[in-house]
């Protein structure tokens, strides 16, 4: 019988598969837990939110006029303290001009002791009127032009005598003035008036062109 070399080849087979076996690296090496066994990284911390950034104040408009074109008060009458802006024409210039009638103030005569005065106007009563003037645009103003632009006018509409006064004449009504200004800069006048003592002071006009009607501020009794 020939079986003994079938056997043979069969031992032989078994040998090479085992001696395969034992030189495979990954044969021993554990299989990889599948991925649901795996542990879970830690959660990363989520950045706290930004607080909101605070909203920037609205800026003031300018001029100090906001909502008013040039010359939109003319005709009109102004509570005082009011500001208008006006086209201030000198003849020779043109200038964009906030004005603002401040205080109308009755006086005494006997404030005028260092004022020359006639007799007529001794017997009259002195208005003490403060205006401030701002340069906005346009061409440089001529300051001196500026101050003997208001009128004041009495209920009749009659306008009262302006007397010319030195810077400290009159202490009630100390009147300095710039030689120039800058644009943006601004300055307050005060003028002496005499009414009528049977009269009262009704408003101040600020006319610079006679084209066109006056900006009135109301004097309050």
């Not at 030189?23 to 299989?31: F, I, L, Q, V």
């Not at 408009?61 to 008060?73: F, H, I, L, N, Y």
């Not at 003035?177 to 005060?190: I, N, V, Y």
Request: some cysteine.
């Amino acid at each position: 019988m020939r079986i003994r070399p079938i056997a043979a080849l069969v031992s032989v087979a078994a040998m090479a598969a085992l001696s395969t076996a034992c030189e495979d690296p990954g044969a021993d090496t554990p299989a990889k837990p599948p991925a649901s066994d795996q542990p879970e990284e830690p959660d990363q911390p989520e950045k706290p939110e930004e607080p909101d950034q605070p909203e920037k104040p609205d800026q003031p408009e300018t001029p100090e006029t906001p909502g008013k074109e040039v010359d939109a008060d003319l005709g009109k009458t102004l509570k005082l303290g009011e500001t208008t802006l006006v086209t201030h024409d000198s003849g020779t210039s043109k200038t964009t001009m906030e004005v603002t009638t401040r205080t109308v103030v009755k006086g005494e005569v006997a404030e005028l002791e260092d004022v020359r005065l006639d007799g007529k106007e001794r017997e009259m009563v002195p208005y003490y009127v403060t205006v401030n003037y701002r340069y906005v645009d346009g061409e440089a103003p001529r300051v001196p032009s500026l101050g003997v632009t208001p009128k004041l006018r009495d209920g009749r509409g009659e306008e009262a005598d302006r007397i010319f006064t030195t810077d400290d004449d009159v202490a009630q009504c100390v009147n300095s003035r710039p030689q120039q200004l800058a644009k943006g800069e601004d300055f307050t006048s005060c003028r002496v008036f005499l009414v009528g003592k049977s009269e009262k002071a009704a408003n101040v006009a600020y006319q610079s062109n006679f084209r066109e009607d006056p900006v009135v501020w109301k004097v309050e009794d």
